[in-house]
């Protein structure tokens, strides 16, 4: 079957021309960012400049004018090089998405150009500590105080905040017709008084860390809810389904690193009298990765073309498909590489052993696999739930 049929020529130009891009950095860059305990600012920033972190946003504000499709192309070649960028499923794909669908004019005129440009980070809170992967239990709160709104409440692992510029928080208003509550989305500036930030003690070792958030009565003006307090509950969905694109496309990438490094080293080690490779103990574990790491990228691009095309319903199926295809192809594919190193895999030389960890992330966050389990139970098979 010919390529152009699931990818277009562009499309296939993007990834060579990323892929070439992400080699001139390498993982040892990246590697030696995180030792240091800073940011890959270099790499973002100049990604930025070749229009690939805002590939997805409107060209009228500095973007690209393309979907999720070319922004996830973007984010697994970069992942498959070694040089993965973790931000861009938060700051163009989520809330990039979000302001650039439902904003107001004058935060898509601050906030978009300068997400693509990369001059400026928005980082994204909605996990809690008492709520888990149940959203309706979210008790950070919003009310009005005149015309402004008070948000307090807490938020955990919730990345790059210290590198952030705002944080697109989302709480709960209460509905003046109903008396319930309802979800809202606000952005607060990483300077709002009352908002404080704590780091999480991680033992992922990656350049974007993880934080517990404190809202304290932060005071933020009418401007900074996104889009209609009565739509935020699709507005924030608009933004989960992206995000989940893009964790699969950044577990797709990891898991290709650590299938090409496997091969390379799988096709030259010798032991007896042949590579190592030519058996098939070896062989077929890392033709089944290959083969789980198509399968999962076909799924991702679906569910990318469905979010382009408008289908919210059909993406959001399709999404938490891919993510959970993409989680469990990468895990699959790291373990085989290193087991294929054996010691060597366990090595800094060969910087596999820090995957074992990460790989993990693609199953947990931003939804667990049982949760996918159940969306998809529920939602595409019509079983009852039991909660």
Same mark, same amino acid.
């Given at each position: 079957?010919?390529? !152009?049929?699931?990818? !277009?020529?562009?499309?296939? /130009?993007?990834? /060579?021309?990323?892929?070439?891009?992400?080699? +001139?950095?390498?993982?040892?860059?990246?590697?030696?960012?995180?030792?240091?305990?800073?940011?890959?600012?270099?790499?973002?920033?100049?990604?930025?400049?070749?229009?690939? %972190?805002?590939?997805?946003?409107?060209?009228?504000?500095?973007?690209?004018?393309?979907?999720?499709?070319?922004?996830?192309?973007?984010?697994?070649? %970069?992942?498959?090089?070694?040089?993965?960028?973790?931000?861009?499923?938060?700051?163009?794909?989520?809330?990039?998405?979000?302001?650039?669908?439902?904003?107001?004019?004058?935060?898509?005129?601050?906030?978009?150009?300068? #997400?693509?440009?990369?001059?400026?980070?928005? *980082?994204?809170?909605?996990?809690?500590?008492? *709520?888990?992967?149940?959203?309706?239990?979210?008790?950070?709160? /919003?009310?009005?105080?005149?015309?402004?709104?008070?948000?307090?409440?807490?938020?955990?692992? $919730?990345?790059?905040?210290?590198?952030?510029?705002?944080?697109?928080?989302?709480?709960?208003?209460?509905?003046?017709?109903?008396?319930?509550?309802?979800?809202?989305?606000?952005?607060?500036?990483?300077? @709002?008084?009352?908002?404080?930030?704590?780091?999480?003690?991680?033992?992922? =070792?990656?350049?974007?860390?993880?934080?517990?958030?404190?809202?304290?009565?932060? +005071?933020?003006?009418?401007?900074? %809810?996104?889009?209609?307090?009565?739509?935020?509950?699709?507005?924030?969905?608009?933004?989960?389904?992206?995000?989940?694109?893009?964790?699969? @496309?950044?577990?797709?990438?990891?898991?290709?690193?650590?299938?090409?490094?496997?091969?390379?080293?799988?096709?030259?080690?010798?032991?007896?009298?042949?590579?190592?490779? @030519?058996?098939? *103990?070896?062989?077929?574990?890392?033709?089944? *990765?290959?083969?789980?790491?198509?399968?999962?990228?076909?799924?991702?691009?679906?569910?990318?073309?469905?979010?382009? @095309?408008?289908?919210?319903?059909?993406?959001?199926?399709?999404?938490?498909?891919?993510?959970?295809?993409?989680?469990?192809?990468?895990?699959?594919?790291?373990?085989?590489? $290193?087991?294929?190193?054996?010691?060597?895999?366990?090595?800094?030389?060969?910087? #596999?052993?820090?995957?074992?960890?990460?790989? =993990?992330?693609?199953?947990?966050?931003?939804?667990?696999?049982?949760?996918?389990?159940?969306?998809?139970?529920?939602?595409?098979?019509? %079983?009852?739930?039991?909660?």
């Amino acid at each position: 079957m010919p390529a !152009t049929l699931l990818e !277009t020529d562009e499309h296939q /130009a993007l990834r /060579a021309a990323v892929a070439a891009f992400g080699r +001139r950095y390498g993982r040892d860059y990246l590697t030696r960012v995180q030792e240091e305990g800073g940011y890959p600012r270099d790499l973002w920033l100049e990604a930025a400049k070749l229009g690939y %972190l805002g590939v997805n946003l409107p060209e009228r504000y500095g973007g690209g004018g393309a979907g999720i499709t070319e922004l996830a192309i973007v984010l697994e070649e %970069l992942g498959a090089v070694g040089t993965p960028l973790l931000m861009m499923i938060v700051s163009p794909a989520i809330c990039g998405t979000v302001i650039s669908r439902f904003g107001t004019d004058a935060q898509r005129a601050e906030w978009l150009p300068a #997400l693509a440009d990369g001059s400026r980070i928005m *980082a994204f809170g909605i996990t809690e500590p008492d *709520a888990g992967s149940n959203s309706h239990r979210i008790t950070t709160t /919003a009310r009005r105080d005149g015309t402004d709104w008070l948000l307090t409440g807490r938020k955990v692992f $919730v990345s790059g905040v210290d590198i952030a510029d705002a944080t697109l928080i989302v709480g709960r208003a209460e509905d003046a017709r109903t008396g319930s509550l309802k979800p809202c989305l606000f952005i607060v500036p990483r300077d @709002a008084e009352g908002f404080t930030r704590r780091p999480i003690d991680m033992e992922l =070792r990656a350049a974007e860390k993880q934080f517990e958030l404190t809202l304290d009565d932060v +005071r933020l003006p009418a401007g900074a %809810l996104v889009g209609d307090e009565d739509a935020g509950l699709l507005q924030l969905f608009a933004g989960l389904n992206p995000e989940r694109v893009m964790t699969a @496309a950044f577990a797709i990438g990891m898991g290709r690193f650590a299938l090409a490094r496997a091969v390379e080293y799988a096709r030259e080690r010798t032991v007896w009298k042949t590579p190592i490779g @030519a058996h098939q *103990a070896i062989a077929h574990p890392l033709a089944q *990765a290959h083969v789980e790491l198509e399968l999962a990228r076909l799924m991702t691009r679906k569910a990318a073309l469905l979010y382009d @095309a408008g289908d919210d319903a059909g993406a959001g199926e399709a999404a938490n498909m891919a993510k959970y295809a993409a989680g469990e192809a990468c895990v699959r594919a790291v373990d085989q590489a $290193v087991h294929t190193l054996g010691g060597n895999g366990l090595t800094r030389e060969f910087g #596999l052993a820090s995957l074992v960890t990460a790989a =993990r992330v693609a199953r947990i966050a931003p939804v667990s696999r049982e949760m996918i389990l159940n969306y998809v139970s529920h939602q595409s098979l019509g %079983l009852p739930k039991s909660y």
